[in-house]
């Protein structure tokens, strides 16, 4: 295994050792699924996230990756949990999703209406 494969293998552990210890109790590492990805953590329904370790910061092209793989798994809310630089825990990264993804979060916690945007609903499933 290259050193950049576990790396990102560890980062993904973080991730779900940290939704298990913070009441996620399904969370766990998904194996890759080619070009129908669908995130590399499962365990919340809807919702996809996609693990980024890296040295260099793209966070247009990790938001791409994120949202076609939540449009694979036909889940609501996709973002990238990225790890920051000097920090070990998951809590100290970021986490990041477009601003339809957030309000989507939003409206499925109940805080606002459901927002009127076109690109709100899942893949088509007939894809």
């Not at 210890?21 to 809807?46: F, Q």
């Not at 980024?52 to 938001?63: E, P, Q």
């Not at 100290?92 to 209406?113: H, K, N, Q, S, W």
């Amino acid at each position: 295994m290259s050193a950049s494969k576990r790396k990102g293998t560890a980062w993904e552990s973080a991730i779900v050792g940290y939704l298990l210890a913070n009441g996620v109790p399904h969370a766990e590492r998904r194996t890759l699924c080619g070009a129908k990805d669908r995130g590399d953590i499962a365990g919340i329904p809807g919702v996809v996230i996609e693990a980024k370790s890296a040295s260099r910061i793209d966070l247009a092209g990790w938001l791409d990756e994120t949202e076609t793989e939540r449009r694979n798994d036909r889940a609501s809310v996709g973002a990238a949990w990225v790890k920051r630089r000097g920090k070990t825990s998951p809590g100290e990264g970021y986490v990041v999703m477009t601003g339809e993804r957030f309000l989507r979060l939003l409206a499925d916690a109940g805080y606002i209406p459901q927002p009127p945007l076109n690109d709100i609903t899942p893949a088509d499933p007939t894809a």
